[in-house]
């Protein structure tokens, strides 16, 4: 594995190690993630940019076996978003090139506790250039969209979640309804 890539794992590992807290974790990983974008970049292989046409592109880049750590590339063409979703994990997101855009969401009840009656106000929006980095934590679930829009450059982002990211929650914003789908590796969402 190439040494950059290596380097930041085995410092995401050491934060899972040092801490349950999410926010503590997020912290400590954080500035590792914009080190990892600084690097050279070699780690990032021809798949790892894959697009597809009509929905953003997830490339799997390293899966922990242990199923508590995830790492994607994903590549987003202009006007390419997310489902309004929540993860239900800590995550960690960096910018490799692009501008990415962050919609987010709060649930006006505080902790959902159903998939149904749910509402949502809208937040603020976050514009991330290259070499950005922000991060999530569920307390309570960290609600958004995620993007680019129209007209825009393709963007590439890091994302590294806390758990196996093979399905998380959406949202139906005007029903006030959720819904858990799974979701395959090297597929959409
Ligand atoms: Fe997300």
């Known amino acids: 594995m190439h040494t950059a890539l290596q380097a930041f794992l085995t410092g995401a590992r050491a934060a899972i190690t040092a801490s349950d807290d999410a926010a503590d974790r997020v912290t400590r990983i954080a500035p590792l993630m914009r080190r990892l974008l600084q690097s050279d970049r070699a780690f990032l292989t021809a798949d790892h940019f894959r697009s597809a046409p009509d929905h953003y592109q997830r490339n799997a ?3 922990a076996p242990e199923g508590d750590l995830s790492l994607f590339a994903l590549v987003w063409l202009p006007g390419q978003w997310t489902p309004v979703h ?3 994990s800590w995550g960690v997101v960096g910018v490799v ?5 962050e919609r987010s969401y709060m649930a006006a009840d505080g902790d959902i506790t159903a998939d149904t009656g749910i509402r949502l106000r809208r ?3 976050i514009l991330l250039n290259p070499g950005a980095v922000t991060s999530f934590v569920p307390n309570p679930d960290h609600i958004h969209m995620t993007g680019v829009a129209e007209p825009g450059e393709t963007c590439v982002s890091l994302h590294l979640y806390g758990r196996n990211m093979n399905s998380f929650h959406i949202y139906d914003v005007a029903a006030g309804t959720r819904r858990l789908i799974s979701v395959p590796h090297q597929e959409s969402r």
């Open 61 to 63: 880049i390293h899966i």
């Open 86 to 88: 929540d993860h239900g």
């Open 97 to 101: 090139q692009g501008l990415l855009e």
């Open 123 to 125: 937040g603020g929006v």
